[in-house]
T-cell receptor, first 115, second 110 residues
Framework: DGGITQSPKYLFRKEGQNVTLSCEQN?????MYWYRQDPGQGLRLIYY???????QKGDIAEGYSVSREKKESFPLTVTSAQKNPTAFYLC??????????????FGPGTRLTVL | EDKVVQSPLSLVVHEGDTVTLNCSYE??????LLWYKQEKKAPTFLFML????IEKKSGRLSSILDKKELFSILNITATQTGDSAVYLC??????????FGKGTKLTVNP
């Protein structure tokens, strides 16, 4: 059963705590991405990775960190430095990082609420 | 800054109506324009458009791109309640990054 999985589905954390969101894909995709979605807003890119052990900041990287130690996994850590962490987080992947046309496939998302 | 602007932001119609959703973009090394449907969680891919004037069709949904005027439209004919969703438009520029619009929230009432 191929696809992208994100866990957990819902996450609650106290203010000031770091939290890590999981994203795993078994599609053998090279590139992976993290987006944040706020109500009434489109998707905003946090970080992306074109290849293992390499990643780049997106448009709103402040207060977040990532790692890409394995092709299948791209966890996102929301740190205490992120001012408004409550949001819906979506992970995506695409087949080849340097492909001309980039259809991205999305996971089911994690809804993070900071209390 | 690369921008993708969708209109309208929300739309309420009755079953059977035809709707047209709009997406305009600024161009910087344009590669493709993509449409996604987001119901509750994960956006699902609808169309990828790369060439002007060529309509992509899937059932009651169709989309077309105008690279000269920098916009795309998504048409849905004979709408059904299951079409209710947020429709997202995204532009791919010089890299693999996608820039998304804010989406159009479509509500189809019975």
């Amino acid at each position: 059963d191929g696809g992208i999985t994100q866990s957990p589905k819902y996450l609650f954390r106290k203010e000031g705590q770091n939290v890590t969101l999981s994203c795993e894909q078994n599609l053998n995709h090279d590139a992976m991405y993290w987006y944040r979605q706020d109500p009434g807003q489109g998707l905003r890119l946090i970080y992306y990775s074109q290849i293992v052990n390499d990643f780049q900041k997106g448009d709103i990287a402040e207060g977040y960190s990532v790692s890409r130690e394995k092709k299948e996994s791209f966890p996102l850590t929301v740190t205490s430095a992120q001012k408004n962490p409550t949001a819906f987080y979506l992970c995506a992947s695409s087949i080849a990082a340097l492909s001309l046309y980039n259809e991205q496939f999305f996971g089911p998302g994690t809804r993070l609420t900071v209390l | 800054e690369d921008k993708v602007v969708q209109s309208p932001l929300s739309l309420v119609v009755h079953e059977g109506d035809t709707v047209t959703l709009n997406c305009s973009y600024e161009v910087t090394n344009f590669r493709s324009l993509l449409w996604y449907k987001q119901e509750k969680k994960a956006p699902t891919f609808l169309f990828m458009l790369t060439s002007s004037g060529i309509e992509k069709k899937s059932g009651r949904l169709s989309s077309i791109l105008d690279k000269k005027e920098l916009f795309s439209i998504l048409n849905i004919t004979a709408t059904q309640t299951g079409d209710s969703a947020v429709y997202l438009c995204a532009r791919q520029g010089g890299s693999e990054k996608l820039v998304f619009g804010k989406g159009t929230k479509l509500t189809v009432n019975p």
